[in-house]
């Protein structure tokens, strides 16, 4: 069956949908990352510039600094960010029922998703009474960000919450952008997601602010109580959230790089044209820096594709933000030789949704190695995993899905290795380890073992 679209004729502007054609080229991995799309919008040193001042300011003065970003990007007059107990629970009260019947089931699913990717601990017996464990402990404190902006986001707060909570961690800390036409307060859809599932301490504070708040804490000030630091910090944002967390790494743990939002689509002449232009319609609604990409191998669907895209954009919302980022630099068709090349391609973008729309759809979705969260098949969208799936939204962004993974259980776990050797199992490989730091030139380390030895002799 063909699905087409509904959508009626329009002489609106046309989306500038571009091609990069790869074909017959023998690229490296390298070529490959060059060729596919990619933002060109703000560089990272543009952003790395700004935040640092953004992290200085929020470190130096505190709340102060808070109260001034707050009024310049948003417009807000703000004595101290944290939210009162009594708007949180005045936002659930007034959530719409239908919204909050959306919430709990999507909060129901990723609960039981997260209550199954806990790791088990491990026991290794390596001989007689030697025995090393690694056992999971989770973070003290945690700080998660939601963002704000051209669009709502209560699924970001379930989705950095629930990993939270399944595994432990028992201080939680929630930041959002101040929305001035809420009185200075997250929206309310934000505060009523938080209700639901027990997060009391919530912030209105946005962007890079944000995330240095979390990082360094806040003193206490006569207009409020203190941001005490967290341990980890999660959240997806834009570029100069991504930037602040990349910047404040090693100062708490950060779960990835999760920037403007960006799908990447591999088809082939089976897809349907109208499904694979929704999907990269529905991401490209983000942002005007949102990223849309399709990998194939057929020029006629690349072809129906841009057909449905003039249609489609026409017809939704937020036309104008989607035909931007769907004609900006970071968008367009990736023309390849066939499946083999378009799998390179795919693992060149490493994409943050990755959908894959082709014959025998879950065999090529085994073999991609670099993706954020894979989309199998024309009943898997990512407005599903957006949602409802019971898998994670906040993933890595702009090619980091190369070496990081999305937010999950174990971001917000230490496995910490224990060590519970006997005496008989320590002398059974003191000779090797003596050898060793000898061989390192640290002899120490080897009488640190012969000590034991000696010592129990002359007892003896």
């Known amino acids: 069956m063909t699905i087409s679209s509904e959508f009626p004729a329009t002489n609106a502007t046309a989306v500038n949908f571009r091609t990069v054609d790869v074909r017959g080229r023998n690229l490296t991995l390298a070529g490959l990352r060059a060729a596919v799309p990619r933002a060109q919008g703000h560089t990272v040193a543009d952003a790395e510039e700004k935040v640092l001042d953004i992290i200085a300011a929020v470190r130096e003065r505190g709340f102060e600094a ?32 239908a919204v909050r019947r959306a919430l709990e089931e999507s909060i129901r699913r990723a609960r039981v998703f997260a209550d199954g990717q806990r790791p088990r601990y491990v026991d290794v017996e390596l001989g007689d009474g030697a025995v090393v464990s690694q056992n999971w402990v989770p973070v003290g404190r945690v700080g998660l960000y939601v963002p704000g902006g051209l669009a709502v986001y209560p699924s970001s707060v379930v989705m950095n919450v629930v990993p939270a909570l399944a595994a432990g961690v028992e201080s939680i800390a929630l930041a959002s952008p101040p929305q001035k036409e809420f009185g200075g307060l997250p929206h309310p859809t934000i505060l009523a997601a938080a209700a639901l599932l027990g997060i009391t301490e919530v912030y209105a504070i946005g962007g890079a602010q944000a995330i240095a708040s979390f990082a360094y804490g806040l003193p206490a000030t006569d207009a409020g109580p203190a941001l005490e630091p967290v341990d980890v910090v999660t959240g997806p944002g834009n570029i100069f959230v991504a930037t602040a967390k990349r910047l404040v790494k090693g100062v708490v743990g950060i779960d990835s790089e999760a920037g403007t939002t960006e799908i990447a689509i591999l088809a082939d002449s089976t897809a349907q044209p109208a499904l694979v232009a929704a999907d990269l319609i529905s991401q490209a609604e983000h942002d005007p820096q949102a990223a849309s990409v399709l990998i194939t191998d057929s020029e006629d669907l690349a072809s129906a594709v841009r057909a449905e895209l ?44 990755l959908e894959i729309m082709t014959a025998d759809a879950p065999a090529v979705a085994a073999r991609i190695r670099n993706a954020g969260a894979i989309f199998v098949g024309d009943y898997s969208p990512v407005s599903l995993g957006d949602y409802c799936a019971g898998s994670n939204h906040v993933l890595p962004t702009s090619g980091t899905a190369a070496f990081s993974s999305g937010l999950n259980v174990t971001t917000f776990l230490r496995a910490i290795q224990v060590v519970n050797y006997s005496r008989d199992a320590l002398a059974e490989v003191s000779s090797h380890i003596v050898s060793l730091s000898r061989a390192e030139d640290l002899p120490a380390h080897g009488d640190a073992v012969t000590a034991r030895f000696r010592e129990a002799a002359a007892g003896a």
């Open 310 to 353: 003039d249609l489609q954009a026409a017809a939704t919302k937020h036309s104008d933000r989607v035909r931007q980022a769907l004609s900006g630099p970071q968008s367009g068709v990736v023309l390849v030789d066939g499946l083999d090349q378009g799998i390179a391609a795919c693992d060149a973008y490493a994409a943050e949704h």
């Open 66 to 97: 808070l109260a001034e970003l707050a009024q310049r990007f948003d417009g807000v007059d703000q004595a101290h960010p944290r939210v009162p107990a009594d708007a949180i629970a005045a936002a659930l009260e007034a959530l719409d029922p």
